[in-house]
């Protein structure tokens, strides 16, 4: 069983992941406005999403889950790589996307149009520093996708693997800042290569089902911001 | 080759880590304010500390870098317990300390005498509550000690593992801010487990002699302080 909510990157890791290993699981939707008792109970230090309860015993944070799965159903697809440099390299940029790219998203969502009036206004050297971590963040994992992906379609080489599923997640929300942002972040001129891997993703048989639409997640966005936190 | 710094918690993993795998390596402790190009070449994308070169390939990051050395030396002692679950937990515990304990720990630098003068003066209240927030994360490790350890004498169990070294890696620090903040963190009474196992991970032949000396931290930390960054 996975609680998860819809528009979470993180919920949807594990989701991808256990349809990878062609596992069938329940999905709760939480609302994360009035959590269910049992998520409190399953993850009572952070109280968040995802949670992967096997059998009655809970599993919590996105990446220890993804780990969990491959190494709980080892005798599927391989998430993780099998050699122990690749899988470094492998978790090397995963942390890498967590740590510097979803900061520098967030980061600009402050500075949309779409959300004037909502967020405090910003200044335009502010937006275009924000702007400029975002893509010098992308640069470097167009990098990545050809030394980590070996050449392959993806950052697992010619499968989906760890790095594709945790920088994946991001993908829905990517589109939703390029839009509400009225820039553009995926360049096909400069990231041709992950714009071509952002296509390849998304419309994965693992993936496409759970990938949040654009439209959907902008208003998500906008009802999140303009509630007083 | 381990690249480090004598005062990095993150540095000092790899080397308890290869020392209980019995891993001879050769040690360059890297100038942070003047990093080698060794370093800046190994680590391209953050140039810190630690790095693993293992023949000629860097590895980067503290974490991978230890689950790298458990795998690729796999029958020396297990650094995360072999069952899925347990090695799940272990993960958990180890985000856990470097997302919440961590920035809980650096929080209340600020508030120290031995830094005032240096550091901005800061209201009692705020003291107040950056302490309770490292009391709370302390309290729910002292917790995670009794199951995660089930009952043994470290987060391992009978030995040294993955949580014992990213957990254990703060204590100079800690103890560098009990004297430095006049107060104490690591409280008998509340927390006897804790302190009973700080005692046995800095005594232990694999930490001893890599685990910072308290007062030479305090210098580090006014040095370091003291320099406009």
Redesign the interface.
């Known amino acids: 069983m996975v609680l998860g909510a819809w528009a979470s990157p993180f919920a949807i890791r594990p989701r991808i992941a256990l349809t990878l290993k062609s596992i069938d699981y329940e999905y709760i939707e939480e609302n994360l406005r009035a959590k269910s008792d049992l998520l409190v109970k399953s993850n009572p230090?952070h109280k968040k999403v995802p949670v992967l309860l096997?059998g009655d015993?809970p599993?919590?944070?996105s990446?220890?889950?993804l780990?969990?799965i491959d190494?709980?159903w080892s005798s599927g697809p391989s998430i993780l790589p099998s050699d122990?440099?690749d899988?470094?390299i492998a978790?090397?940029w995963v942390?890498?996307v967590d740590d510097k790219f979803f900061p520098a998203l967030a980061g600009i969502l402050k500075f949309f149009p779409a959300l004037a009036g909502i967020l405090k206004a910003q200044s335009e050297e502010a937006k275009a520093e924000a702007l400029g971590q975002v893509k010098a963040v992308l640069e470097?994992l167009e990098e990545a996708l050809k030394d980590c992906g070996k050449g392959g379609a993806f950052y697992g080489g010619e499968r989906i693997g760890y790095v594709d599923i945790a920088f994946g997640s991001y993908v829905g929300w990517v589109r939703a800042v390029e839009s509400m942002g009225e820039v553009t972040l995926l360049d096909e001129e400069r990231l041709p290569g992950l714009v071509g891997w952002t296509e390849r993703f998304c419309s994965h048989e693992a993936v496409k089902d759970v990938m949040p639409e654009t439209e959907k997640l902008i208003e998500f966005a906008k009802k999140l911001f303009s509630k007083p936190t």
Chains 1, 2 share one sequence.
Do not use: D, S
Request: include cysteine; proline fraction near 5%; hydrophobic fraction near 40%.
């Open positions: 230090v096997h015993r599993i919590c944070e990446l220890v889950i780990q969990y190494e709980q122990p440099y899988r470094a978790r090397f942390a890498y470097l």
